[in-house]
């Protein structure tokens, strides 16, 4: 789990979003609660990488990682960008193929 959030987290930094959409299962889901929406399968998760992490310019900094079981992690990120700062929390679950089928995430 370590290396997949650190392989999305350097990804994300270089606003690579095929690289990034390559970690997700392609009927994944995002669900932002800060944003108030969820983002469905592949084209949705491109939707948010492109509106939230390029095109705010977002860097990522990992916080912490606890893994809870073999496909359930909580995930506390440092972003900052155009938007100013802020601490988010994902709830990351994995597939069986090791690919990640869903975030929830939230702002502190």
């Known amino acids: 789990m370590q290396r997949l959030v650190d392989t999305f987290i350097q990804a994300a930094n270089a606003f690579d ?42 860097a990522s900094k990992l916080l912490s990682l606890e893994q809870l079981d073999n496909f359930n992690a909580a995930v506390r990120v440092d972003f900052t960008g155009d938007f100013g700062h802020e601490i988010g929390t994902l709830k990351l679950t994995i597939d069986s193929d090791g690919l990640i089928k869903r975030i929830d995430a939230d702002l502190e």
């Open 17 to 58: 979003v095929e690289g990034v959409l390559a970690l997700f299962a392609s009927d994944a889901v995002i669900d932002d609660v800060s944003v108030g929406n969820a983002f469905v399968g592949t084209e949705g998760v491109r939707l948010y990488l492109q509106q939230f992490f390029v095109g705010y310019k977002t």
